[in-house]
């Protein structure tokens, strides 16, 4: 009997599942789509019973940069423990850089694909040694920043400068996964955030973006 393959899911809040229709910009307090709305539960009733899917999102997750008011956003020191809690994988999806593109870090594209590369170089560094030595590498680059519906407003901590930084991520990307092996996605051809904040993915665009790498997701694997 063949068996599952087993894949890790590894992002932002667009991963953990924030539902942006009700966030309170007053407060800041918001809830979580079900499991089965957010796109990695979506993506594995795509993908059926032959594929264990396993969340790893966390929100303001950053690439390299270290949060000054929220510790522990930085996915580096973390990276590598959330991978070898789960292995042996079959395939890790990679989906970083939103939160690269605030303000208080001031990094432009090209330092934010230094710190996806830095992930990326760190683990296959270690996979010959791991129990995933044939680890398939899905990247993603994430959805385009807008302004909160009509207006010239952004989702705190995000301008119009982070809009336009997004915007260049998916060629900083493709390159990085051509250089690295690893399969490439651009959410922002399929997706945009949802006008309440401009910045999280709403029920419909889950769905769809669930689908969409999960169609990826069985061409990579051969399924």
Not at 68 to 88: D, K, Q, T
Not at 181 to 208: I, Q
Request: glycine share 8%; with cysteine; charged share 20%.
């Amino acid at each position: 009997m063949e068996q599952r393959k087993t894949i890790l899911c590894y992002g932002d809040s667009n991963t953990w599942g924030l539902n942006p229709d009700t966030f309170n910009f007053e407060t800041g307090a918001f809830t979580r789509h079900p499991y089965q709305i957010r796109w990695p539960g979506c993506m594995a009733s795509f993908l059926g019973s032959d594929c264990r899917v396993i969340e790893e999102g966390y929100n303001g997750r950053t690439t390299v940069f270290e949060d000054p008011i929220r510790p522990g956003r930085c996915a580096l020191p973390h990276f590598l423990v959330s991978y070898y809690s789960h292995e042996p994988l079959d395939l890790l999806v990679l989906m970083l850089g939103t939160n690269d593109t605030k303000d208080i870090y001031a990094a432009q594209p090209a330092v934010i694909g230094m710190g996806v590369e830095r992930l990326l170089r760190e683990l296959f560094l270690i996979l010959p040694a791991s129990l995933s030595p044939k680890l398939r590498t899905l990247l993603i680059s994430p959805p385009e920043v807008a302004p909160i519906g009509d207006s010239s407003k952004y989702y705190p901590g995000f301008s119009a400068a982070s809009r336009e930084k997004s915007k260049q991520l998916p060629a900083i990307y493709e390159k990085l996964a051509g250089r690295y092996h690893c399969g490439f996605l651009n959410a922002a051809e399929f997706v945009t955030p949802s006008s309440v904040d401009g910045l999280h993915l709403n029920e419909d665009a889950h769905v769809k973006l669930g689908e969409v790498i999960g169609t990826k997701v069985k061409k990579m694997l051969g399924m």
